[in-house]
């Protein structure tokens, strides 16, 4: 079963606003990563925050993390175009047999 | 440096063949793991591979198989193929160092449609 559930399924803004996107999930994690996914291909890491820190940044994503109400979001600031793509949460646990599981990711749209 | 190659992009196929995708992770990688991605289902992790050894295995039936050779290259194996079979399926490479906080470089997959 998917650990982290990404909420809204799809999100339209437009250009130059900001997009939030939630993923939730069910047990103990080592970190958590957001992936994005152009249509059809493969993902891209965007950034990964250890289950020990609160929030991250880089560049205009903001991350943040919730580890009493397991759950985590992710801030893209004025938004582009270019930025049209599923984002998917991924949670990662485990010693010697981690493994990151993917959730069934959030489809933005940027409208120009 | 050169990212993670699959081949073949895409492929189609009939129920009953078998079919075998083949993954080059990036130079000093040395685990792959593998994903099927569908609509309904989302990403599901099928397996990974460490040093020539299945490390991590989810929960696929037997039809689906994988290896990993000494340069660090992987396949994957579906035989006896059926309709929900059609997917795309990813591979990623990462370190594979153990550490746990390892981002995945994945490539950008293989299309395969069973008719």
């Known amino acids: 079963s998917q650990q982290g559930e990404e909420d809204p399924q799809a999100l339209s803004i437009q250009e130059g606003e900001n997009a939030t996107m939630n993923c939730s999930y069910k047990t103990s994690i080592n970190n958590l990563q957001w992936y994005r996914q152009n249509s059809g291909r493969g993902l891209v890491h965007l950034i990964l925050?250890?289950?020990?820190?609160r929030e991250k940044h880089s560049g205009r994503l903001r991350v943040t993390l919730d580890t009493s109400k397991k759950s985590s979001s992710l801030l893209i600031t004025a938004s582009r175009a270019a930025d049209t793509a599923s984002y998917f949460c991924?949670?990662?646990?485990?010693?010697?047999?981690?493994?990151?599981?993917f959730g069934k990711g959030t489809l933005l749209t940027v409208n120009p | 440096k050169a990212g993670v190659t699959q081949t073949p992009r895409y492929l189609i196929k009939t129920r009953g063949q078998q079919v075998t995708l083949s993954c080059s992770p990036i130079?000093?990688?040395?685990?792959v793991s593998w994903y099927q991605q569908t609509p309904g289902q989302g990403l599901q992790f099928l397996f990974e591979?460490?040093?020539?050894?299945?490390?991590n295995k989810g929960n696929f039936p037997g039809r689906f198989s994988g290896r990993q050779f000494s340069n660090s290259r992987s396949e994957m194996n579906v035989s006896t193929l059926e309709l929900g079979d059609s997917a795309l399926y990813l591979c990623?490479?990462?370190?594979?160092?153990?550490?746990?906080?390892?981002?995945?470089?994945f490539g950008s997959g293989t299309q395969l449609s069973v008719l």
């Open positions: 591979y460490f040093s020539e050894t299945q490390r």
């Open positions: 990623a490479s990462s370190l594979g160092t153990g550490a746990t906080n390892e981002k995945l470089f």
């Open positions: 925050i250890r289950s020990n820190e």
């Open positions: 130079s000093g990688h040395r685990s």
């Open positions: 991924a949670t990662g646990f485990g010693g010697s047999n981690y493994k990151l599981t």
